[in-house]
């Protein structure tokens, strides 16, 4: 409908170790505002990303205003988010924030070509959260389970960011389908392990 206003793309679930290494971006059309996308290398288009981790360090390092880094870890690597002046309340909430703490971020992937010739993959973020362990722990299962999907449909007829990845990457889908296993496995070992100090704490009880 003409004069409506853009619908927001949907905010893909995606691991640091993947987000990390979808360094190619391309348009689907030829109008200068239409959307950005990174492509990931499961096979997907990402215009925006959504993901919970640990933010480990923060640094402004504006020159004339602030502009704030964040390093954010997940179970497979490091988020890097940069928040200035365009993105005040995200930079508010990093400004803010002391790490260690638990975030969740909704942001825009962007691309950077070092004087290399490598691809640096950040997020500008939309917005900044801090949240709990649990929300944490739903979303690493979230994530895992996106990213088999993801790679589960990869070679299906019609995958076209699919045939994509394959050309523009010399990366194997399967390494992000056993980095989601690890995850999953380490979030089970820790709730395990929480299991067994909550029946700890219990046993050490006096009785009533």
Do not use: C, H
């Amino acid at each position: 409908m003409s004069g409506s206003a853009p619908t927001r793309e949907v905010a893909r679930r995606v691991f640091a170790r993947e987000f990390n290494d979808a360094g190619y971006t391309f348009k689907e059309s030829d109008d200068e505002r239409a959307p950005v996308y990174s492509l990931l290398p499961t096979g997907e288009s990402a215009n925006r990303v959504f993901f919970v981790g640990t933010l480990t360090e923060k640094e402004d390092v504006g020159d004339d205003s602030e502009y704030w880094q964040g390093r954010i870890v997940d179970p497979t690597g490091t988020f890097f988010v940069y928040a200035g002046q365009y993105q005040p309340e995200a930079a508010s909430t990093l400004r803010d924030l002391e790490p260690p703490a638990y975030v969740a971020v909704v942001g825009k992937p962007r691309t950077y070509e070092t004087d290399d010739g490598s691809i640096n993959v950040s997020v500008r973020p939309e917005s900044i959260t801090e949240v709990d362990a649990t929300v944490r722990d739903r979303w690493v299962a979230e994530a895992a389970e996106r990213t088999l999907e993801r790679v589960a449909r990869f070679d299906d007829e019609g995958n076209e960011y699919a045939r994509m990845a394959e050309e523009e990457y010399d990366l194997d889908p399967e390494t992000y389908k056993a980095a989601a296993l690890s995850a999953l496995e380490d979030l089970a070992s820790e709730e395990a392990e929480s299991d067994a100090d909550g029946a700890a704490d219990s046993a050490d009880a006096p009785e009533a």
